[in-house]
Structures are given as C-alpha cells and as structure tokens.
C-alpha cells in the first residue's frame, strides 16, 4: 500500500511529491517480542511516523482485582511483568502490609530482597541477551541464558513455580528455605560472575555492536522525565532515581550499592546500565546473606497468614483462621495506599482504595512499560526500521505489563 | 515542616476557595479539589520554584460508591526532594468532562486515554482521546460500577452465608 503526499512550502508551491508506504509491524512479528503491533509510515528504510496499538492481551486485571479476596490477586500481578514476577508478587505484599499495618521481621525482608535481585537478574538477562540477538549476536544469548534457567530452579525450589511464580505470602513466606534452595543459590553466586564477564566480554566493547547501538533511540533526560520514564531507562537518560534508595522498602536502606547512570539514553546506555545492575544485584544478595539476622519468616498475623497443618487439625481456632483465608472472607481495614517497587522496568506502582470489606474497592496498578512506551512513536521518527527494533528491545517492553 | 502542611499552606494561599480537604492518608498527603480548578491547580504545583512537582506518577480513574460521581486521581512526584502527593477530583457521573493536563505532562496523553477507556471520563482538548487498551466498537465503560464483573443474574454462584 502507498500514497502519494505533496509537501508544501512557504515559497514554493509544491518542492517535492514523496511516496510513503504503510507497513504493518507486528502484532505477531518474532522482532517484536510480544504481542505489539505498530502502523508504520516509512520512507524508503526511514520511519516518517509510527502509530502504536496496544491492547491485545488485555485481561482486566483492576476489574478482576475487585471481585478477588486479597491474597488471590498475586497471581494476577504474576501476569503483568511475567519476566520479573517475584518483584510483583513482593510489591503487591507490601501495599497489602501497608494498608493493614503489618511489621515484617527482618530475617523475612532480608529473603525478599535475595527473591527480587535474583528476579532482576532474570529481567535483565533478557532484556539484555535479546538486544544481542537483535544487532545479530546470537553467542551471547545462547550462553547467558543458562544462568536465567539456574535462576528459576531457585524459584521453583522456594515454591514450586518458575515463571508465574507467585512465591511467599502476606506477612512473609510459607516456610523457611530448604537445604536444596541453598545450595542452588551457593551455586549460582559463585558460578553466575565468570558468565556474566563471559557476555560482557562478547559485548560490551564490540566494535559492531557498538556501532549498532550507540546513538540508537536516544532520549533527553528532560524529555524521559516528561514520558514518565523510571528504572533502567530513566537511569540511562542520566537521572538517578531508583526507589530502592529513594522509598527504602524492605530493609533495602541496609544494603550498600551503586546507581548506575548513563549519559546518552540510547540503546548502548539501556544495555550498560542493565549490566551493571545485574553486578549490583549480585553484591546485595551477597550481602543478604552474609548478614542475615535469625528469626521468623513470617510476620503475626493471624487473619492473613495460613496456620500450620498440624494445628489446623487439632486446634479450633487454627482451623476456623485457616478456614477463612482460604475462603477468602478477612475483612481489610478502610483505607487508601499507594506502594510502589523498583521493578525490572522502573516504578511499579500499586494504588489500593480498600472499603473495609474482603476485596479492594479499586487497584490500580502503575505498569512503567504501559507509561515509557508511549515515548516510542516519538523516539523511532526519523532511525531506521533495524533501529526501531533495537530500540523497542533495549526499553524492555513487556506485552504483559503493558496491556495489564 | 511536614509536607501536608507546606503544601496546604502554598494551596491555601493561592487557591483559597478551591481546596475542599487536606489530609495524610498513610505515608501520602491527599487533598481534594474542585474539578474546574484542577488544570490550574496541577500548573501551579508544577511551577512553584520550591514544590516543583514535575513528574506525574501515575492517573487514574474511580467511582464513588454512590455511582454518581467520577474522579480522575493524579500521583505527583518531586524526584530531587523526594515529595510525593495525591491530588483528587470528583464529578457528576452523567457529565464527566475535566481539562487535560497533557500540556503539563505529556505521559498523561496514554492515562487519560486509558482513564477514559475505563471510565469515560472526557478530557478537554486531549490530543487524541480513543480508546486504548479495549476495542474500538465498545459502547460501555466496563470499570464503572454498574458493569458487575460476573452476572448477577446467575443463582448457582450466590453465597448469601457471606453475604456477596
């Protein structure tokens, strides 16, 4: 499909007649990763405009969150950002914390922040490997992506799923780790460094992949805090805002680590940032561990968190606590809460109205994929279409996040 | 000084009649204002050489439990000082009209489409009000209250013990 369009001007009538041709970018397009779809306007290999829609996976998850107790709407955030669902997970206990004033003990904190690191690895590996694929460099993908495998096995040891995880409770977790999750995460910390160099070395100054991505989709600090750009793309931008440092949540004030910060906000600057995320999710859990207080896992809370098995047959009042949780009937107190985490992707925001009964009155959920893709159309004027893909892959856009 | 009672102060003083509460909702300072004045509201705390709030966090749309009313919901962030604000606005159900603030922050143009998406809230001189997540053919505002996500005409599923 092509029409013609006449461009005018102030002296000259007509300067020149250009033929653009639409070209339909996704919805199911392997470059796209995921289910995006954007109209383009191209001319030649130039991108003249973009035209994003977004929405086909969508799948009400506020109006499905008002219909559901509290503690089964963690699966629903598992859904969204499914690369980094641990973090979701946590951030939604954390808002639920929140609103009925529940103080967690540290030794459940300290398990959390080793849960969202390693998720943040897992996001970061992605994101990271594809923008490779993406310039051509298909090495480092094949080699690094063990390491997300290994990462999941930890997971799937804490609670038995990998990708949807849906892992601890409210109030902390189910149990305390076992031997296994040790080992594996022993293994891990050891072992993930050397891969890590390994797809730094293959990368980060490789003069065609350099090329490729330095001036790729760059954008001003000014104009990514005006798109509501968070996380590893604002960072890339030059601004250093993480909530980690800015909204300490769970024990993060006790940790030691750097914000990395780019100059540019093009691809190459998204890439090294994320790099070096990674390294300092390492340290943090490193440091996790190394200072991990004794105590309980879970906080006491009686209405929200599952008694043991052995008292729920035994004892009355166990068994009626278990009976409603289960069930679903722990009334929350009245209340207005927004919480917010630093996700794989930036804020991740959760706005909780709670009318005192078993479910939320409204949550509302800010997704940062769903707020920083809109800046796309805008960064993708005028680069090639080869660049929109990197661009598109290096913002870590998340079909799941997006249309929540 | 607390944040609730510098920028009450600030609110007070130049927008005397407009503020209809103030309050500290857990760590949050909420204020409630009127719908008209919003847009003038949102300009000011942006401008303000010491509130500066120049990043919107996020907007979205509620309903009050009487069904009448809607309100748009507006985050507000102050990165350098680390102030953060919820402001709120309500109006008529049957005449959801309130100015952009897309001129002020242009990450507003997809929440406000997605606000309006879900609540057919409309917002004056948006730049391209559409739907955005749900079809173009839709004609209802499904995250409105009288939309009940199951049927509520289905008897096998009520659970009167509990009061559903």
Redesign the interface.
């Known amino acids: 499909m092509s029409k013609k369009e006449t461009v005018y001007s102030i002296n000259q009538e007509v300067i020149e007649e250009k033929e653009y041709s639409t070209l339909n970018l996704g919805p199911t397009h392997p470059a796209t990763h995921g289910i995006f779809q954007n109209v383009l306007k191209m001319d030649g290999e130039i991108i003249h405009e973009a035209t994003p829609t977004?929405?086909y996976i969508?799948r009400?998850f506020?109006?499905?969150a008002?219909?559901r107790p509290y503690a089964q709407i963690t699966p629903i955030t598992d859904r969204m950002n499914y690369c980094s669902s641990p973090i979701n997970n946590m951030g939604w206990y954390m808002t639920v914390e929140?609103?009925i004033g529940a103080e967690i003990p540290k030794r459940a904190q300290y398990h959390r922040v080793i849960i969202m690191e390693l998720a943040r690895i897992a996001d970061h590996i992605i994101c990271n490997s594809v923008i490779g694929v993406d310039t051509g460099a298909m090495t480092g993908f094949l080699y690094i992506f063990q390491w997300r495998e290994k990462i999941y096995e930890i997971f799937e040891e804490i609670c038995g799923a990998r990708l949807t995880t849906n892992i601890g409770r409210i109030g902390g977790f189910d149990k305390e780790w076992n031997k296994k999750t040790w080992d594996l995460l022993d293994i891990f910390l050891k072992d993930f460094p050397a891969g890590l160099k390994e797809f730094s070395n293959l990368l980060e100054r490789n003069k065609i992949f350099m090329d490729r991505t330095v001036n790729c989709g760059p954008i001003s600090a000014e104009k990514a805090?005006?798109?509501?750009f968070t996380g590893p793309n604002l960072r890339a931008a030059g601004?250093d805002?993480d909530v980690r440092v800015?909204?300490p949540y769970s024990s993060y004030e006790d940790f030691t680590f750097t914000i990395p910060v780019g100059t540019q906000g093009d691809t190459y600057d998204r890439f090294m940032v994320r790099q070096h995320e990674m390294w300092q999710s390492l340290s943090i859990i490193e440091q996790a561990i190394k200072k991990m207080p004794e105590g309980l896992m879970h906080a006491d809370l009686p209405d929200f968190y599952l008694p043991p098995k052995e008292e729920v047959y035994n004892n009355m009042e166990a068994l009626i606590y278990h009976f409603k949780i289960v069930?679903g009937?722990t009334d929350v107190p009245v209340?207005?809460?927004?919480h917010?985490v630093e996700g794989g992707n930036g804020?991740l925001?959760f706005?909780c109205?709670s009318?005192g009964g078993r479910t939320p009155?409204?949550l509302?959920f800010?997704r940062p994929c769903?707020?920083y893709?809109?800046a796309y159309s805008e960064m993708v004027k005028g680069i090639m279409l080869s660049d929109a893909i990197l661009t598109m892959s290096s913002m870590n856009v998340i079909a799941g996040e997006l249309?929540? | 000084m607390e944040l609730l009672e510098i920028v009450s102060a600030k609110l007070n003083e130049r927008f005397p009649d407009e503020i209809e509460s103030a309050a500290l909702?857990?760590?949050?300072p909420?204020f409630t204002v009127k719908k008209d004045s919003m847009h003038d509201v949102l300009k000011f705390l942006k401008e303000d050489e010491e509130l500066n709030f120049?990043?919107?966090?996020?907007l979205?749309g509620?309903?009050t439990?009487d069904e009448k009313q809607l309100g748009v919901?507006y985050?507000l962030h102050n990165?350098p000082k680390?102030y953060?604000i919820?402001l709120k606005t309500f109006f008529d159900i049957n005449k959801p009209e309130i100015p952009t603030v897309t001129d002020l922050?242009?990450?507003a143009?997809?929440?406000e489409r997605?606000t309006y998406d879900?609540f057919g809230v409309r917002f004056k001189g948006h730049p391209n009000l559409k739907r955005?997540?749900?079809?173009d053919e839709m004609d209802i505002f499904?995250?409105r209250k009288e939309y009940p996500?199951?049927d509520q005409a289905r008897t096998d599923k009520k659970d009167d013990m509990?009061g559903r």
């Open positions: 977004i929405g969508h009400a506020e109006k499905l008002e219909r929140k609103l805090l005006g798109y509501g601004v805002y800015m909204n069930m009937e209340g207005e809460v927004y917010c804020e925001g706005y109205i009318d009155y409204r509302h800010r769903f707020i893709y809109q249309d929540s | 909702l857990y760590d949050y909420v120049h990043f919107l966090t996020t979205c509620v309903q439990p919901v985050h990165m680390n953060r919820r922050y242009p990450t143009n997809w929440m997605e879900f955005i997540l749900n079809v499904p995250m996500l199951e509990f």
